[in-house]
């Protein structure tokens, strides 16, 4: 059948003719290995550096606080499992909601499993949490607040500023699932108080199979996949430096 038009960009993104282009060297004449110590490997892990430097900067983060993963869903794997296997002595019991993508509900389930309490919040009919609700559930022993940016079946944005300021007045580490959002809003972890965020490359422009991860500095959190020594120990993982590099040019 002939498609005349895609709307589904919430689904999936083209990539687009720009980031191919800044990839097709790193799938050729480019392709060592990031870990690599002769020159090959060094111009890899300099590709590396500078998408690592702008997905930091269009996030109003640093550098060392981005990690890059295979897609959105290992990133949410990573922050949430990550966050709170590091910080269980202080706390088993995370806040996300009902309407979070399986990344974030099915990583929730995993820590139940583990031991870790969940609650979820319920969402008003615009698919919008209530900032009451949410403080009223808060415990002593509660160390992660898990909140989506954008909702990726009906586009609701989430108070995200109210809630980074919640969560860091109770000293509650703030993971969103921006998967949704990064692309279509501005995005300022400092201003918003995230301390977590997840994205991936296929929904705006770049291609399938790369995400990022950005943690903020002293956020103890711990490598969920065993291995080597890629992304300062915490993502084992020959890295995907034309993926990366078309993350962001
Ligand atoms: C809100 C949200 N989170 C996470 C994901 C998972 O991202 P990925 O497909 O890169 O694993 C998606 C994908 O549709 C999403 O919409």
Do not use: W
Not at 57 to 69: C, G, K, Q, R
Not at 71 to 87: F, P, Q, V
Not at 132 to 161: C, F, H, Q, W
């Amino acid at each position: 059948m002939e498609r005349i038009m895609y709307f589904d960009y919430a689904a999936t993104t083209p990539v687009d003719d720009r980031v191919l282009r800044k990839m097709i060297p790193y799938f050729g004449i480019e392709f060592g290995n990031a870990s690599s110590v002769y020159d090959l490997g060094k111009n890899s892990r300099d590709a590396i550096n500078i998408a690592r430097s702008k997905v930091a900067e269009s996030i109003n983060a640093s550098p060392e606080e981005i990690y890059f993963t295979s897609c959105g869903s290992e990133s949410d794997n990573l922050a949430i499992k990550g966050i709170a296997r590091a910080n269980k002595s202080r706390g088993k019991h995370i806040i996300t909601s009902k309407i979070e993508h399986p990344a974030v509900l099915e990583t929730c389930s995993s820590l139940e499993r583990e031991g870790f309490e969940i609650t979820y919040l319920d969402v008003d009919k615009e698919g919008l949490i209530s900032l009451e609700d949410l403080e009223r559930k808060i415990r002593k022993d509660t160390i992660l607040i898990s909140i989506m940016y954008a909702n990726n079946e009906v586009g609701t944005i989430e108070p995200i500023d109210e809630i980074g300021k919640i969560a860091r007045k109770n000293n509650i580490i703030f993971h969103t699932d921006c998967v949704q959002a990064v692309g279509n809003v501005d995005i300022d972890v400092k201003k918003s108080n995230i301390d977590s965020l997840s994205m991936s490359a296929h929904k705006f422009y770049g291609p399938k199979g790369v995400g990022a991860l950005y943690v903020r500095n002293k956020i103890p959190f711990m490598r969920i996949q065993d291995g080597g020594h890629q992304e300062r120990e915490k993502r084992a993982g020959t890295e995907n430096v034309p993926g990366i590099v078309g993350l962001r040019i």
